[in-house]
């Protein structure tokens, strides 16, 4: 096979000129890149002066409350309405942008002059976010940036931390009880009916806790068949002729470690008793997970391929919606047109308040734009205030997280009722945001077609 430097004079100029356009892009991008954490960190700071501003103004509608934290929550809903994207992730990256301006503005520069990449400046960031003084960060930040500008994300990464660890004023065993506060699990969305669990521990403890389900995930996978091998009975000159043991198989595990890994940790959550925080009674080890699906009566039936989904958002495969249908102790079940998929009512076979699994099986997730909390994790607002003379029905009613609950009524956020499920939403800058109800997990049935049953 030719090597590429058996390539004509001509290709290889080519070649050169396209990599020196990449590295221009890149650059650009980078450069991009800043300017628009510079405009989400100018959000950040217009939002703080105008709570700042609101303290002393009676007529604010931030007057009261935590007057910095709505301010920023308007913004940032503004921003994502604008931008069709959950105003939580805009305020995330608001606050994000913040700090690299705010903490490391030598990093924003050079990212901006394109001397370093993004992924070079979150690096930098994660590790030296760590350092507690302007000092202590001015000097780590002019250090780093010299290896950056010859290092890549990944190798720069330990070099940074042991170029901060040298500016600490806290010693590594302070920062570590500091750090355990932030210990978590959340969970992620996949496509394909998957999900991933993600959780943030304690190093050792997290360590520890991989290296015994990778053994275990070992031992479970290298279970071989031993079908054909035989055990003999020892014999002598008065025993008995040679006695077999039966053939026995065992099947060959042929999961990957990983897969087996994923296996077992999921079993050992869902039905390991926690022994380490359990009371004598036992009651944590009685607890049972539960999820919420809403699937398609026909493909319980097996009619239709229509995916089940998890509260809404996460579809899983029909075998497992009817294994835990068939399980379920009690059902919502939710009645639609069978051509408009349009929610007509609701009933349960074990009775609860029809007007709120009703608002909740329409909408679904808080109504919001861009918001996508389940409804089961919302309140229930009336959009014309029930003070105001509003009355409590399906048409006044919708499912609102706490977050944008607050926001609408003690910020200049507005929503109008248009009817159908349909809310219009008028943010600080008068821009119209309408939100539609989500349509319904169904299979609608053509007008053509066969009764099912």
């Not at 009676?58 to 007057?67: F, M, N, R």
């Not at 950056?148 to 170029?163: H, M």
């Not at 060959?252 to 380490?276: C, H, I, V």
């Not at 009512?345 to 109504?367: E, G, H, W």
Request: proline fraction near 6%; glycine fraction near 6%.
């Amino acid at each position: 096979m030719p090597a590429l430097l058996d390539a004509a004079p001509e290709q290889l100029n080519a070649l050169g000129a396209v990599t020196d356009m990449l590295v221009s892009v890149e650059r650009t991008i980078a450069s991009l890149l800043a300017a628009h954490d510079g405009l989400l960190a100018l959000g950040n700071r217009i939002a703080l002066e105008t709570a700042e501003e609101a303290r002393t103004d009676e007529s604010s509608p931030y007057l009261g409350h935590d007057g910095a934290d709505l301010a920023v929550r308007a913004v940032a809903a503004e921003f994502g309405a604008a931008l069709r994207m959950s105003d939580r992730t805009v305020q995330r990256r608001m606050a994000d942008a913040d700090l690299l301006v705010t903490l490391f503005p030598a990093v924003w520069r050079a990212q901006g002059a394109g001397d370093i990449s993004p992924a070079h400046a979150r690096v930098i960031v994660d590790v030296g976010m760590s350092l507690e003084g302007e000092a202590e960060r001015d000097a780590y930040t002019a250090e780093i940036l010299e290896h950056a500008a010859v290092e890549s994300p990944n190798r720069l990464r330990r070099r940074a931390r042991r170029i901060a660890e040298r500016h600490q004023r806290r010693t590594i065993d302070e920062r570590h009880r500091a750090a355990r506060a932030d210990r978590a699990v959340w969970v992620k969305d996949l496509d394909d009916g998957m999900a991933e669990l993600g959780l943030r521990g304690p190093s050792a403890l997290v360590h520890g806790a991989f290296d015994r389900l990778s053994s275990m995930a070992k031992a479970a996978r290298d279970q071989i068949s031993v079908s054909g091998e035989h055990a003999a009975v020892p014999t002598s000159a008065t025993a008995a002729p040679e006695e077999r043991i039966p053939d026995t198989e065992v099947a060959p595990d042929t999961r990957t470690l990983a897969q087996a890994r994923s296996d077992l940790a999921l079993d050992l959550l869902l039905t390991g008793a926690p022994f380490g925080h359990d009371d004598d009674d036992g009651r944590l080890a009685a607890i049972r997970g539960s999820v919420s699906i809403t699937v398609p009566v026909l493909t319980l039936m097996g009619s239709t391929t229509t995916p089940a989904e998890i509260d809404g958002h996460a579809p899983i495969d029909a075998d497992t919606a009817r294994q835990l249908a068939g399980s379920a102790p009690g059902w919502d079940r939710v009645l639609t047109h069978p051509v408009t998929d349009a929610v007509l009512a609701v009933d349960r076979y074990r009775p609860s308040p029809d007007l709120k699994r009703l608002v909740r099986a329409r909408d679904q997730r808080c109504r919001f734009p861009c918001c996508g909390l389940p409804a089961r994790d919302c309140d229930l607002d009336h959009t014309r205030d029930h003070a105001l003379g509003g009355d409590t029905s399906t048409d006044n009613l919708a499912a609102l997280c706490r977050r944008h609950h607050v926001l609408k009524h003690h910020s200049p956020w507005h929503v109008e009722n248009l009817g159908g499920g349909f809310h219009s939403w008028m943010s600080p800058t008068g821009r119209v945001y309408v939100d539609a109800p989500p349509e319904a997990n169904a299979a609608p049935i053509p007008r053509d077609a066969a009764p099912p049953f």
